[in-house]
């Protein structure tokens, strides 16, 4: 278990998930590298699903740093999250997208022949399906010490800045980072955000910049506004 790892996740989900982005997440014969994710935050969050407190169903959103949390979408699709921040506050980061590293054959076997390689983990439930997460077997489990199904790991290079200086700290300095735009125009920053997708109400408008992802890899999944948001 990485202490690096720990620092990062004991901060709440709005301010440790753009560093969860290149991490990868390793289990059941695939590796996928973490390109989108959301960040909910229950305390303050009217999207998250801890905003009214704990219940059976979202009661391990509520677990200490580096639980799964699954929850299913539209009755169908698994949904990943990784949980942070001190335990009992409902912090968790959704994995939206990824990269399948490893793995690419038991990933396209689950999600189909056809799926285009960068489209097998492109949104959460074909995340969840790529990974073969299950619903009622993994919430709950570890993604730290290696008891449960699967492991987090960092990207290369932030154990060690996460080692020296504190996690806000480093957050901040991934997102100001830049990368060449294309041809002709100006640096571009590495990591993007915004709004969430899908979020009804002020929790998918523009006070909620809580999704990140990778600017311009192939694998994030396309921005799809609630026709109730409100900014």
């Known amino acids: 278990m990485s202490d690096a790892l720990l620092a990062l996740l004991a901060e709440p989900a709005p301010v440790c998930a753009p560093a969860l982005l290149g991490a990868t997440i390793t289990g059941r014969g695939v590796t996928l590298r973490i390109t989108e994710v959301e960040a909910y935050w229950g305390p303050t969050d009217p999207g ?11 009661r391990h959103l509520f677990g200490p740093p580096g639980t799964l949390y699954a929850y299913r979408s539209y009755g169908i699709h698994t949904c990943v999250n ?4 001190p335990e009992g506050t409902s912090s968790g ?3 939206r997208a990824a990269e399948v590293v490893d793995g690419i054959e038991v990933a396209r076997a689950r999600r ?24 009622g077997e993994d919430d709950g489990t570890s993604l730290l010490d290696g008891s449960g199904p699967f492991r987090l790991v ?11 200086a ?3 700290d480093v957050v901040a300095e991934l997102l100001a980072e830049t990368v060449a735009g294309p041809a002709g125009t100006a640096p571009v ?43």
């Open 48 to 58: 998250s699903h801890g905003h009214r407190g704990p219940t059976p169903r979202n």
């Open 82 to 85: 990784v949980v942070s921040g």
């Open 93 to 95: 980061s959704l994995l």
């Open 112 to 135: 189909g022949p056809s799926v285009a390689d960068v489209a097998l983990a492109r949104g959460p439930g074909n995340l969840g399906q790529a990974l073969g997460a299950v619903l």
């Open 154 to 164: 960092l990207a290369p290079g932030l154990e060690a800045r996460l080692a020296s």
């Open 166 to 168: 504190d996690p806000a």
């Open 189 to 231: 920053r590495r990591i993007s955000r915004g709004p969430r997708t899908g979020v009804a109400g002020v929790a998918g408008g523009a006070s909620f910049p809580w999704r990140s992802w990778r600017t311009g890899d192939p694998t994030v999944s396309p921005y799809r506004r609630h026709r109730r948001a409100v900014d």
